[in-house]
């Protein structure tokens, strides 16, 4: 191959520039994140690298940052940080993480009984924006047994932080032999939903524990419950 002049490196080489019919111009080697085919004369491990055919990734000090698919996917790398906005510092601040995806809540004990031999359906939603999990839940039971505890449900997609607050609305229940309404909520390091019931004839803020003896067992008998809001994780 006849070796051209490459501006980059100010040497002769394969790499130097060819233009084409069409005016393209052909400069520099894929690449790598260490050592990217476009990079600066005094700055050799920043620049802009081809890590595949059709695709293009941008590495800073070394490391790939964020790569071009493709089909045209941005997606920014496991040693990016985030994205910060309105020309913020603060790595408090930088947006590091969204997920969309689905997961299998579990009607289930503090025992760890089985109160459920089988379900007629049950779905679990989930939105992750930063550190904040947005879920929607829908639960109905086919069969339920006795059991014995407290009624959870398990199978959050991601453990809540230490000083998660969450906001959950159970907006639908079925088939249940409570005393009062019931509430749900998501404790600190858990992937656990608690169920509490209050007895509003005795006073309304006194929430205990949901008793599995509250579930209507029996074959065919149908346990429902919606269950949306958020959570921190």
């Known amino acids: 191959m006849a070796l051209k002049f490459n501006p980059i490196t100010g040497k002769l080489d394969e790499y130097g520039p060819v233009l084409t019919g069409t005016g393209t111009v052909s400069a520099a080697a894929d690449g790598t994140a260490a050592l990217p085919g476009i990079a600066f004369a005094s700055d050799l491990n920043t620049g802009i690298y081809r890590p595949g055919a059709d695709q293009l990734a941008i590495s800073t000090n070394g490391a790939i940052r964020a790569r ?3 089909s045209g996917y941005l997606r920014l790398s496991a040693t990016s940080p985030g994205i910060q ?7 408090a601040n930088a947006l590091d993480d969204y997920e969309e995806g689905t997961f299998t809540p579990t009607l289930t004990s503090t025992n760890a009984n089985t109160v459920v031999a089988s379900y007629q359906n049950r779905i ?5 924006v930063g550190n904040l999990v947005t879920i929607s839940i829908f639960l109905a039971t086919e069969v339920t047994t006795a059991g014995t505890g407290n009624v959870i449900v398990t199978g959050l997609p991601f453990t809540s932080s230490a000083t998660n607050r969450s906001s959950l609305s159970l907006s639908y229940v079925g088939r249940w032999t409570t005393q009062g309404p019931l509430a749900a909520r998501v404790g600190s390091t858990s992937t656990t939903i608690v169920l509490e019931e209050t007895d509003s004839a005795v006073d309304p803020n006194l929430a205990t524990a949901l008793s599995t003896t509250r579930l209507t067992t029996g074959a065919a008998t149908k346990n429902v419950m919606i269950i949306s809001g958020f959570y921190y994780a």
């Open 68 to 70: 071009i698919d493709s």
């Open 124 to 128: 679990g939603i989930y939105t992750k």
């Open 85 to 91: 906005f309105n020309g913020d510092t603060a790595a």
